[in-house]
């Protein structure tokens, strides 16, 4: 994740863990998700296999490169990530 925060700057986003679901297993293992805090609602499952390839394919989408413009106040603003992770108040 720490690659696609260094090339994805300006973005942010973070990994969490799934909630456990109503009558799930004790003991079960958990299940990771990576939320995008620019695209509010917008919470991806790692893939394929161990990769976050399914998650750069968002980072690359028109309308989240124009919410992270949008925030960063800058229209031509490079891809990027950002490393400190929620927004303020997320």
Not at 56 to 82: M, Q, W
Request: proline share 13%.
């Amino acid at each position: 994740m720490q690659e696609l925060q260094a090339k994805y700057e300006h973005d942010r986003f973070g990994a969490i863990i799934r909630p456990p679901q109503p009558g799930a297993v004790a003991g079960a293992p958990r299940e990771w998700r990576i939320k995008c805090y620019d695209c509010p609602g917008k919470v991806y499952t790692p893939g394929p296999e161990e990769t976050l390839q399914n998650f750069e394919v968002h980072l690359k989408n028109k309308r989240h490169r124009e919410n992270v413009n949008a925030r960063v106040g800058n229209a031509a603003a490079p891809s990027s990530a950002n490393p400190g992770g929620p927004p303020p108040g997320a």
